[in-house]
Nanobody, 124 residues
Framework: QVQLVESGGGLVQAGGSLRLSCAAS????????MGWFRQAPGKEREFVAAIRGPGGFTNYADSVKGRFTISRDNAKNLVYLQMNSLNPEDTAVYYCAADPRGLAYREISSYDYWGQGTQVTVSS
């Protein structure tokens, strides 16, 4: 069982930056792929970014490529999402997810464990 806890959300003006963190429990964290997803009001949950454990291969949604960066610290069981050049369309609840198969896919069904989410609000 893996438990995930997100932090770092908040209110920011358009053009600003935020860094989200996700703390994971479990001794096999380094072998899991980790993903970030988001869900805006009235919309379906969507893929944002993912990173594999070994090797650190990353995968990004087109809408955030070049603005967001996913990274991880396996020694601390942490995964981060650095978000720059934020715009109001980035407003959503952001979720951290873990994939024990290590595939870093974009599909929600690939991830077995989810955090409770952290709210990100970007004002115009």
């Amino acid at each position: 069982q893996v438990q995930l806890v997100e932090s770092g959300g908040g209110l920011v003006q358009a053009g600003g930056s935020l860094r989200l963190s996700c703390a994971a429990s479990g001794r096999t964290f380094s072998t899991y792929s980790m993903g970030w997803f988001r869900q805006a009001p009235g919309k379906e949950r969507e893929f944002v970014a993912a990173i594999r454990g070994p090797g650190g291969f990353t995968n990004y949604a087109d809408s955030v490529k070049g603005r967001f960066t996913i990274s991880r610290d396996n020694a601390k069981n942490l995964v981060y999402l650095q978000m720059n050049s934020l715009n109001p369309e980035d407003t959503a609840v952001y979720y951290c997810a873990a994939d024990p198969r290590g595939l870093a896919y974009r599909e929600i069904s690939s991830y077995d464990y989810w955090g409770q989410g952290t709210q990100v609000t970007v004002s115009s």
